[in-house]
């Protein structure tokens, strides 16, 4: 019913930033809130922001805090993340995932009902 497609990741220098984008497409209507989640090499998929598509409240674990925005176009059904001052334990496949729930937790991968593709996002050291 809703379809995500991710853009923006590639290989940049430690210290650069990148700007990934989350386009949606479909029946968009019933959304919540939306998110990023990324997956490293041997490592467990880990949530890196949240925002509520009304209110626009944001969350970030410590991990990015600081360093890490995440942001939204209500009008264009779109989804961003600034990613500023990377580092090589940044490193991922980073993912973009909508909430069609009342009730959610963005920490909560299984919260989240729809999900691109993915990109690709290596920092080099």
């Known amino acids: 019913q809703v379809q995500l497609v991710e853009s923006g990741g590639g290989l940049v220098q430690a210290g650069g930033s990148l700007r990934l984008s989350c386009a949606a497409s479909g029946r968009t209507d019933g959304t919540y809130a939306m998110g990023w989640f990324r997956q490293g090499p041997g490592k467990e998929r880990e949530f890196v922001a949240g925002?509520?598509?009304?209110?626009?409240?944001?969350y970030y674990p410590d991990s990015v805090k600081g360093r890490f925005t995440i942001s939204k176009d209500n009008a264009r059904n779109t989804l961003y993340l600034q990613m500023n001052s990377l580092k090589p334990e940044d490193t991922a496949v980073y993912y973009c995932?909508?909430?069609?729930?009342?009730?959610?937790?963005?920490?909560?991968?299984?919260?989240?009902?729809?999900w691109g593709q993915g990109t690709q996002v290596t920092v080099s050291s």
């Open positions: 925002i509520s598509w009304k209110g626009g409240n944001t």
């Open positions: 995932g909508a909430i069609n729930r009342p009730r959610y937790d963005y920490a909560d991968y299984k919260t989240y009902e729809y």
